[in-house]
């Protein structure tokens, strides 16, 4: 759920702001200063928004919109043809999107909810808290260069540019760019479309370039930090399964779960999977070792069918089950002495392959495979991180993946930080993400959004010989932006409804 004190603190903070604006306003000394400080700063304050222009970066829009003059011709053409591709697929998607979520509202067991294209994101809900920072940053930088995006193409097409500013409204950050309404009049359709399809434009060149960045990241860091050697803890949830004296730390490398190979976080991920739709596996211990269930106590059935026998509640010891004589038998062993050094097994056969690497120098016993007698979704799995002894974890596998962060990166030297690959990253994929959505949903044709004045230009470069009537075309326009507008806001109630509600 939302975090109530961030909710507090955003409400309380505006309301102060908005007071103390309103108040400066009407005081008789102080009103008409503070009136003429906000206008020379390009400030505005309402309601849960403010916002900043300026005109510093006219000059700079300018020589960027002079560079190459042929070039930024074809790099704008470009961008005007993926606008309405843009614009078309992004109606596929919503539609998409739309009967993906009724779907989900109506099935008794709701499936593949993350899998979407498009999701609403609400801050404590579906995106943690701790990845804020990520998300505004992220949110922030693409809004920056979509505007720069129209503000040089303006500049190119002769239309003026009175000023660039940002704003935040409520805790979500944006910017814009001002432009002289008369001079965009004044250009041709194919103009026009040029500048409204920039923002996009500029928005799926910073998607890509953010993603190709991701992939040679470990190139670039590569002096300084090295992969595929395992997955590297950057942190480890208090009080969770990992943590403790023989749990993970910060710094561990995390090289195997039983006998899958982690060389990667997404190593690491495949592991849990396999591990939690797998039966659990077992381990060749010698049977020596093996001593009857009625030494440690009554063994008795748990309401899910499964069988406990050791009654000690030990935190050491576990239930093991084997077939001895066709006949299933359980055994209370020590789990750590048990399993250390043991090989995994699926039947006893396995076992006697290699029975000599698990006999008892002394006694020659032959080894035998031992099953966990766990509930259902328990598994028992034993994580090597070297030079540390395996950690041994009984739980829920997707567990681990909550508990524990890891990454991909480790530093070649000590002074440097585990945490910055990671910044690095994470940072990208919001990049990655955001400004994929804000390119799809711009073009959307929707009021107040790029893709009402794309549409708008659109009509009047293809209509005009067929509609010859200025009203009719408004007309069509109108009734467009107003089935762009409904799909748009019902993805935006119904995911929000999903997310929350569900």
Same mark, same amino acid.
């Given at each position: 759920m939302i975090p109530v004190p961030l909710v507090v603190c955003v409400l309380g903070g505006w309301c102060f702001v908005y007071l103390t604006?309103?108040? $400066?306003?009407?005081?008789?000394?102080?009103?008409?200063?503070?009136?003429?400080?906000? /206008? @020379?700063?390009?400030?505005?304050?309402?309601?849960?928004?403010?916002?900043?222009?300026?005109?510093?970066?006219?000059?700079?829009?300018?020589?960027?919109?002079?560079?190459?003059?042929?070039?930024?011709? $074809?790099?704008?053409?470009?961008?005007?043809?993926?606008?309405?591709?843009?614009?078309? /697929? @992004?109606?596929v998607l919503l539609i998409r999107t739309l009967q993906q979520t009724i779907n989900q509202m109506t099935s008794d067991h709701p499936q593949g909810a993350n899998q979407q294209t498009l999701q609403v994101v609400v801050p404590g809900i579906n995106l943690p808290v701790s990845q804020l920072a990520y998300f505004f940053s992220a949110l922030l930088v693409s809004g920056v260069i979509h505007e720069l995006g129209h503000a040089v193409a303006a500049i190119r097409e002769q239309v003026r540019v009175n000023g660039f500013g940002v704003f935040v409204f409520v805790v979500y950050p944006g910017a814009f760019v001002d432009l002289f309404t008369t001079h965009l009049n004044l250009i041709s359709p194919a103009q026009q479309l040029r500048i409204f399809c920039a923002g996009v434009w500029h928005n799926f060149v910073l998607c890509v370039a953010a993603l190709c960045f991701l992939f040679l990241l470990p190139v670039f860091l590569f002096p300084v930090y090295y992969t595929g050697a395992g997955a590297l803890v950057?942190?480890?949830?208090?009080?969770?399964?990992?943590?403790?004296?023989?749990?993970?730390?910060?710094?561990?490398?995390?090289?195997?779960?039983?006998?899958?190979?982690?060389?990667?976080?997404?190593?690491?991920?495949?592991?849990?999977?396999?591990?939690?739709?797998?039966?659990?596996t077992g381990y060749c211990v010698p049977t020596h070792t093996l001593q009857p269930s009625w030494a440690h106590g009554r063994v008795y059935r748990r309401l899910d069918t499964s069988i406990e026998c050791c009654s000690n509640n030990s935190l050491t010891d576990l239930c093991f089950s084997y077939t001895k004589l066709q006949e299933k038998e359980y055994a209370c062993l020590p789990a750590r002495k048990m399993l250390s050094g043991s090989r995994v097994c699926r039947s006893n056969a396995d076992c006697l392959t290699h029975t000599h690497l698990d006999t008892d120098p002394d006694t020659h016993s032959p080894s035998v495979c031992v099953t966990p007698s766990l509930e259902n979704q328990t598994r028992l799995i034993r994580l090597t991180h070297p030079p540390n002894t395996q950690m041994l974890f009984v739980g829920y596998p997707p567990h681990l993946q909550y508990a524990v962060s890891l990454t991909n990166f480790a530093p070649r030297f000590g002074f440097l930080n585990l945490d910055l690959p990671v910044v690095m990253e994470t940072f990208c994929k919001y990049v990655v993400s955001l400004s994929g959505a804000l390119a799809v949903v711009n073009s959307v044709p929707c009021f107040a959004l790029d893709g009402q004045w794309m549409l708008s230009a659109l009509l009047e470069a293809t209509l005009v010989t067929v509609v010859t009537d200025r009203q009719h075309r408004e007309l069509i326009g109108f009734f467009l932006l107003l089935g762009g507008s409904a799909l748009l806001a019902a993805n935006v109630a119904l995911g929000l409804w999903m997310v929350t509600a569900r």
């Open positions: 604006d309103v108040l $400066l306003k009407l005081s008789e000394s102080y009103g008409h200063c503070y009136e003429m400080w906000l /206008g @020379s700063k390009g400030l505005s304050l309402s309601p849960f928004h403010i916002r900043w222009q300026t005109s510093l970066f006219n000059r700079l829009f300018s020589r960027c919109a002079r560079i190459n003059p042929h070039a930024l011709y $074809l790099w704008f053409t470009s961008g005007l043809v993926f606008g309405l591709v843009s614009m078309c /697929g @992004s109606v950057t942190e480890v949830v208090q009080g969770s399964p990992a943590d403790g004296p023989r749990g993970l730390s910060i710094g561990d490398m995390v090289t195997g779960l039983e006998d899958c190979d982690v060389r990667t976080v997404e190593d690491w991920n495949s592991c849990l999977t396999i591990h939690t739709h797998t039966p659990q």
